[in-house]
């Protein structure tokens, strides 16, 4: 019988409760629709204070809509975004950022789950050619969507490459809080310092409800946001809701204790299972996710009991992913029942 819990995606755990009880704790009264309420100016507050004085923060309802909306501000039609194939821009938004840009993705096979600058720079050419779509962004994710990390040098590397060539980078930050967990370091040096310009801030991930925010690094490109926000069918009348859920997730460094533990619960997952013959981790493991290859014959039964997600295409590679809220009797129940399969 398939439990309840499984390791398919972060997405599926709940709400933390702190989170959920500062969205009830805002829920009194009226204030002024569409963020101009007390709780959106703090949330937005300190989000700048993480980020500089000088970080444009815009909050919006998914990571699907901060990527389009983020890119958007700098982006023209006749324009290109070079991503990494594996990308969720490329891969999981079903053309979404190409629609409402109407811009071109140029999709690079990353190494290990990143961009380099000697892959990136086979596309940088055709400047000013009017027959060529012209290079403007570098998006990637941090971390990845194979569960690995930038490192800042790497991260001032892609910024630098495209800054001398007058591009701006994106950073997706979808599990941006898992990154900096493993990193140690916090997010005005892995985003600010490294010089990106436009971001993707994500909480659903790390046990928020719902709600991303769109920060922008880069003056020039925040003069209009909030004509694309609006545009893009982003703008919250009733903002307060996703401004609490911030304001509990920036509490006490409650993102970072949630980064950390699903971080931690990985590492575990890794462990127990890496062992076990015939189950062999493709990436190293540094954030929440676990790419691994099986024996096919072990799939679909160990789904029934847990479920998660093959890799279209890769098959039999596997993704484990956990979360916030993992247990240790989560990891120990299912390594035990791979093992029993194996033996």
């Known amino acids: 019988m398939k439990r309840i819990r499984g390791f398919a995606s972060d997405n599926n755990a709940p709400v933390h409760p702190d989170i959920f009880r500062a969205m009830e704790q805002v829920n009194k009264g009226h204030v002024v629709g569409y963020g101009d309420d007390p709780y959106t100016v703090r949330a937005t507050e300190k989000l700048s204070t993480l980020f500089g004085?000088?970080?444009?923060?815009?909050?919006?309802?998914?990571?699907?809509?901060?990527?389009?909306?983020?890119?958007?501000?700098?982006?023209?039609?006749?324009?290109?975004?070079?991503?990494?194939?594996?990308?969720?821009?490329?891969?999981?938004?079903?053309?979404?950022?190409?629609?409402?840009?109407?811009?071109?993705?140029?999709p690079v096979e990353p190494v290990h789950g990143k961009l380099t600058p000697e892959r990136i720079s086979e596309h940088l050419y055709g400047f000013g050619f009017e027959h060529h779509s012209q290079p403007r962004i570098i998006s990637f994710a941090q971390a990845t969507e194979t569960g690995t990390v930038y490192t800042l040098d790497e991260i001032r590397e892609i910024t630098g490459l495209a800054h001398k060539h007058g591009m701006v980078v994106h950073m997706d930050g979808a599990r941006i809080a898992n990154a900096a967990a493993y990193l140690n370091c916090t997010f005005r040096e892995m985003v600010t310092d490294t010089g990106v310009d436009i971001l993707s801030f994500g909480g659903t991930k790390n046990g928020m409800m719902y709600g991303e925010a769109v920060v922008i690094l880069n003056p020039d490109l925040d003069k209009n946001f909030k004509y694309i926000r609006k545009q893009g069918m982003q703008l919250a009348s009733k903002m307060r809701y996703i401004a609490a859920q911030f304001e509990a997730y920036l509490e006490n460094d409650l993102w970072l204790k949630n980064a950390r533990h699903a971080n931690r619960m990985a590492q575990l997952l890794a462990k127990e299972t890496s062992i076990i013959p015939g189950v062999t981790l493709v990436e190293e493991v540094q954030a929440n996710g676990l790419f691994v290859k099986i024996p096919e014959k072990i799939i679909k039964p160990l789904q029934e009991e847990f479920f998660f997600y093959v890799m279209e295409g890769r098959n039999p590679l596997v993704r484990w992913m956990t979360s916030w809220d993992t247990t240790e009797k989560d990891i120990h129940d299912f390594s035990s029942l791979i093992k029993e399969m194996l033996t």
């Open 53 to 106: 004085e000088n970080a444009g923060v815009y909050f919006a309802f998914t990571g699907t809509a901060t990527n389009v909306l983020g890119l958007s501000t700098a982006l023209r039609s006749w324009e290109s975004v070079i991503c990494a194939e594996t990308s969720h821009i490329h891969e999981d938004e079903c053309g979404a950022p190409e629609k409402f840009t109407g811009g071109k993705l140029i």
